[in-house]
Structure formats: C-alpha cells, structure tokens
C-alpha cells in the first residue's frame, strides 16, 4: 500500500518568495507521483509527474519537484511566488499495476501575501 | 480545451434519498474514476470503470453506491440512501488510455450535502 503525507495544511509566502510545499511518500514499490492543483471553484489539475525518468521534474507554471528516492520526498518548488499562485495543492502517488488510481494527500492550501 | 463536465455543481438533499451525479468526460476517454473528498480530509478514490464494468472499487465504494454509462456519454455514481457522512465533495476524472504516465483530467467537483 502505499501513502502520502503533505506537511502544513496552510502554507503563506509573499509574493517574489520561493515556493515550496512538502510531499513525503511512502511506497513499497517504486512510485510515481504526482502534484495537482485546484484553483477556487475549479477541477483538479495536473501540474507535473515524475515517471521515473529525470528526477527534477518541471511543470506548468514555473512549478518544479525532485523525487529524492533516499528521503522518500517530492516537494514541490517555485523560484518566485505570484498572486496567481493562490489555490490548493495535492501531492498523489500511484504504483505499478495501479492504473491511475491516485492516493492523495491531504492538500496544502498556498496563500500569497503582497 | 476539453474538459470534464460534473452536474450538479452543488445538491443538497435529506437523508434516505437517491442521488446521482452525472459527468460528462472528454470525447475519447475511456477510463473513468470517481473520486471523493469529505471536508477538511483527503481525496479518496471511490471507483474505476472502463468497457462499461467496474475495473476496481475501494472499500468505501459498498452496495450504497453504484455506477453506469448509459447512454455512452454520461458517466453516473449513484448513490442510494444518503447517509449524513456521505456529505462530500465528489469529483469525476478521466483519461484516455491507464497508463501511469497518463494524466487524469478532473471534472470541478460536485459537492453533495446530506441533511
């Protein structure tokens, strides 16, 4: 089975300030993982995936993460907060054979100041 | 951009009553999830159907609930007999092949409120 734990449910940055929402994993097999956003009143959204290819993963919207395999971490990184950036994020992780069955953390939601 | 289309946006209903979500996925999906997120906790999968069956349910998804595709375009999720904890948001995703590296694209959610 495997699980994820998203540290802080409310994150606060001002705006120009790096970004970084945690993810830690927990997996018995080698996973692929997954952060999504999901702007007020809107859908989930894929903002990138590791696969395991490259282990510094980039994404939409100036969003990165690094899978660090020896932390069992997958934190999600931007260099320079925007206003836009306002909304929750959610960490998920699937394994092989799982199809696209996603387990979700509980989310983090990022607020940004002026 | 396509997207996935959930209806209702909001249902408000008395406990003991039937409810259906309905979801409209993109054209040439063909795997179908629903998701759940009770407040203030983790979304929960619920359910997967491809080929119109059931490909795989989580404990959650009991005899209460149920899904179908009826007419080959609305996805539904039944759910018979709310009870008061059913109260949650439920979200709809597809995509058009089960590959992991294939990206699940979700519908806005329908937030069910049982009273």
């Known amino acids: 089975a495997q699980s994820v734990t998203q540290l802080g449910s409310h994150v606060s940055v001002s705006e120009g300030a790096l970004v970084l929402l945690r993810c830690n994993y927990s997996s018995s097999v080698p996973p692929y993982l997954f952060w999504y956003v999901q702007y007020p009143n809107q859908g989930l959204q894929l903002l990138l995936k590791?696969?395991?290819?490259?282990?510094l993963v980039k994404g939409i919207n100036g969003f990165e993460a690094e899978f660090k395999k020896s932390e069992t971490s997958f934190h999600l990184t931007k260099p320079s907060a925007h206003m836009s950036d306002a909304a929750e994020y959610f960490c998920?992780?699937?394994?092989?054979?799982?199809?696209?069955?996603?387990?979700f953390g509980t989310g983090t939601q990022l607020k940004v100041e002026l | 951009e396509p997207e996935v289309t959930q209806t209702p946006s909001h249902q408000v209903t008395q406990m003991g009553q039937e409810v259906i979500l309905r979801c409209v996925p993109i054209s040439n999906h063909l795997y179908f999830y629903w998701y759940r997120q009770i407040l203030g906790q983790k979304v929960e999968f619920l359910v997967s159907f491809y080929n119109n069956e059931i490909s795989e349910k989580s404990e959650i998804f009991d005899d209460q609930f149920s899904v179908e595709r009826p007419d080959g375009s609305n996805f539904t999720l039944k759910i018979r007999s709310t009870k008061l904890e059913d109260s949650a948001m439920y979200f709809c995703?597809?995509?058009?092949?089960?590959?992991?590296?294939?990206?699940?694209?979700f519908g806005e959610g329908s937030r069910l409120t049982v009273l």
């Open positions: 995703a597809t995509t058009r092949g089960e590959g992991l590296t294939g990206e699940l694209f």
């Open positions: 998920a992780v699937s394994t092989t054979g799982g199809g696209n069955k996603l387990t």
């Open positions: 590791y696969t395991s290819a490259a282990t």
